[in-house]
């Protein structure tokens, strides 16, 4: 036999890139890995033969660096955790079009739990431009949240956008009193109506998102909006974990780009339970493959 | 000189249909109107050849009904009051593309508070798939809100419907309590996870609005949120009438769909206050052209 069985192949995509890992699989753990690739989008429901191409690019420029026989990568054990996989006919579809004999796909929120988590149980919250929480135990895997924006992704980045320039549209039209935060806003767009209308009438959470750092950083000086709003996104945190079954103490992972930022307006013991994650979506993936391949 | 300086045409237009009214003017006021005409969309933003196609079709069945000479169509003065007409130079060719030598055109946002109030002072709250607020005083009108679903439109059906659905996710994810009002949310996905998801990924304000009569209905049962929601639009509606300088006892009228729903849950000062509107915005526009006819 080939040393193939030996070695297992962790995917991660999105809406922005992917990236695969080529890893040796040690004692049914991940090991050392051998090659890395990358490449563009690869959300199979955005564009399905795009996700695919850029996919296999990044595959073989992974293994290449591996250095293995090329005959031998269809053989591997290979996991895929992407974005846009929602039900079990995307799943197949994509299984089915990867170069692998032995291969399984599933949504990214799994490979970001179990990345974060590195299988041990507690509770992730992914927090960057959308969010979601999960909470890992023996059971395996609940989720909570993670809507979308137009219906919840609250404590988000684009929730935090959205909800400063509510704010500051209510303070332009004279209903709610201005405060730095809310001035900083409106300068954004040159005091000028025209341009708050355009930009509401057509941006998406990605543009929305783009005003979380200054929510951030405003809160951190002590502005009353930028505090009220990091206040409300850690209270749904905290509401969310409670409806999960978190239990006070339990492991608690706040990551994504705006994760951490919340730690400050939690209360304390689920400040003290805030441990960073042990790996993101891509050491998930090749942790679920490597766990397959026993 | 031909009797079509004592005649004027009046436009209106949207996302879902025109209007064309063809009256004779009175004293300097509208007298009997002689002719109408309808047809498709005519939101020059969204699609400008269409929209000036379908207001050109009713003009002609307008005039045609009217029984006046062809000749003298493009020497009447005419009024359009238009969705999406938000700068001058808009208006301006939307305003030359019409086959009048005298025709002004503005945003149906003044047409529509000429018409509620025929030219008296007030306020206006037309409350319909989306939301705006204006004051007429002799300094002219002001303007608030209207700033779409995504930053306002509070009060608004599509509003309404939005925050029901996110109260709805709240309670599937267990964050708070199910009342009547969200079981039957739920109901209309069938409870599905995944139907829920693909609505909030593509909805727009009409499909959220959709769900407004729901909270209507259910408030006036007594349903807590339904109750809740209702409030907190009326809510909206008094902080804004207060930003304009409303004052207790001023004509109010609340007009479209929803409008006249939030009189139970006003302040007894501004439910007495309320009045039915004086007119549509084809009044309105109409009631413009003729003044400007003098």
Same mark, same amino acid.
């Given at each position: ?112 739990? &179990? ?13 960057? &431009? ?165």
């Amino acid at each position: 036999m080939s040393n193939c069985h030996g070695i297992v192949v962790g995917m991660d995509g999105g809406g922005s890139g992917c990236r695969v890992a080529v890893a040796r699989v040690e004692n049914g753990a991940v090991g050392r890995v051998l090659g890395r690739g990358q490449g563009g989008p690869a959300n199979p429901a955005t564009d399905f033969q795009v996700a695919l191409d850029n996919l296999r690019g990044a595959i073989h420029s992974a293994w290449a660096q591996a250095g293995l026989p090329e005959d031998d990568l269809p053989k591997v054990r290979a996991f895929a955790g992407l974005a846009g996989v929602r039900d079990e006919e995307m799943a197949r579809r994509v299984a089915q079009a990867l170069p692998f004999v032995n291969s399984q796909v599933v949504e990214d929120r799994l490979t970001s739990v &179990t990345g974060a988590l590195a299988g041990e149980n507690g509770s992730v919250a992914p927090i960057g &431009t959308g969010s979601f929480l999960a909470r890992q135990t023996a059971q395996g895997v609940r989720y909570l949240g993670g809507w979308g924006l137009a219906l919840g992704d609250d404590a988000s980045g684009a929730w935090l956008g959205q909800q400063l320039l509510r704010q500051m549209v209510r303070c332009f039209d004279g209903i709610a009193p201005h405060c730095d935060l809310s001035q900083q806003a409106l300068a954004e767009f040159n005091h000028d109506h025209a341009r708050i209308f355009r930009f509401s009438s057509s941006a998406g959470p990605a543009r929305f998102a783009k005003f979380a750092p200054m929510v951030v950083e405003a809160a951190k000086q002590g502005d009353p909006l930028g505090h009220e709003l990091m206040t409300r996104g850690a209270d749904y945190i905290v509401a969310g974990l409670a409806a999960l079954g978190y239990e006070t103490g339990e492991r608690l992972c706040l990551s994504g780009g705006l994760g951490p930022h919340y730690a400050d307006y939690l209360p304390a013991p689920y400040r003290d339970a805030m441990r960073p994650p042990k790996g993101n979506a891509l050491d998930g993936a090749l942790y679920l493959a490597a766990r397959g391949a026993g």
